[in-house]
Nanobody, 123 residues
Framework: QVQLVESGGGLVQAGGSLRLSCAAS????????MAWFRQPPGNEREFVAT????????YVAPSVKGRFTISRDNAKNTVTLQMNSLKPEDTAVYYC????????????????WGQGTQVSVSS
């Protein structure tokens, strides 16, 4: 069982930065691939970024490549999404998720989810 709690969301102007954090409980955190998804208003949940259990591999969606970076600290049971050069289209609720398979983009493949944190980018 893994419980996930996101933090760090907020309102920022276009071009600004935010750092999202996801704190995980449970001793098995280091065995899970971790990911960030987002759900814009009125749209489906979409993949943002993922990182393998030992940080060997990571992958970000083309829409955020070069702007967003995912990282994790297994000693602290945390995963972070650094978001730079934010755009209004990045506005969404951002979710942290844990799953057994690396680089899967489908939300249904993830076992555990956080409650989400709102990110709003003004133009």
């Amino acid at each position: 069982q893994v419980q996930l709690v996101e933090s760090g969301g907020g309102l920022v102007q276009a071009g600004g930065s935010l750092r999202l954090s996801c704190a995980a409980s449970g001793r098995t955190f280091s065995s899970y691939s971790m990911a960030w998804f987002r759900q814009p208003p009125g749209n489906e949940r979409e993949f943002v970024a993922t990182i393998s259990p030992t940080s060997t591999n990571s992958y970000v969606a083309p829409s955020v490549k070069g702007r967003f970076t995912i990282s994790r600290d297994n000693a602290k049971n945390t995963v972070t999404l650094q978001m730079n050069s934010l755009k209004p289209e990045d506005t969404a609720v951002y979710y942290c998720a844990a799953g057994r398979i690396f680089k899967t983009l489908a939300p249904a493949m993830y076992d555990y989810w956080g409650q989400g944190t709102q990110v709003s980018v003004s133009s």
